[in-house]
């Protein structure tokens, strides 16, 4: 397959800059996901992790070692209100759904999406998936009274969606979600 190359750690798929390698895994932009560069990977021993962002991290000049070194980052879950619920509950800022009915409770929602992300910052997932969706989701575009969960092996982070800011918040999770996806 002359068209996927690897040099100096760096993945090339047609020329674009793809991913980079990290010991036997491939740490590949989630636009690049296809059959062939699967079998490419695959070829090579190369354990292949799809992630959004790195194309673009790639072409601003950062390089693996610099990606490497930056934060780890966290599994993200997007929760979006069931449309069942009541909706006066929807698109409400977060002092208003206190007021007019509690907490943010885990069974008025549902995950929209679960999955690696290239941030942990809630704001620049918000800023990006307002608009466009990445692989994976099955939600509406983020608006105000989604939750944005940031989790690892240590825990999770909830980010309510206010007017214009995040507000970290408590949702506390059934047993069975918070084990979810946390396998090591």
Known sequence: MPGITLKNGLISYYGNP??????????????????????????????????????????AGERPGSIETAAPLKTVRIWQLKP???????????????????????EDYRIAYDGQLDTNDPETIYERYSIRQPRGFSGNPLSMSDIIELYNADGSEFYYADRKVFRQIKFELPEHIQTMGMSM
């Open 18 to 59: 793809a991913g980079y390698t990290e010991r036997e895994k491939a740490v590949v932009d989630s636009i690049f996901q296809s059959d062939e560069l699967s079998a490419w990977l695959k070829s090579r021993s190369l354990k292949p992790q799809w992630t959004d962002g790195v194309m673009e991290r790639l072409l």
């Open 84 to 106: 069942d619920v009541d909706i006066h509950m929807k698109f409400i800022p977060y002092e208003e759904m206190v007021r007019k009915f509690g907490e943010p409770s885990p």
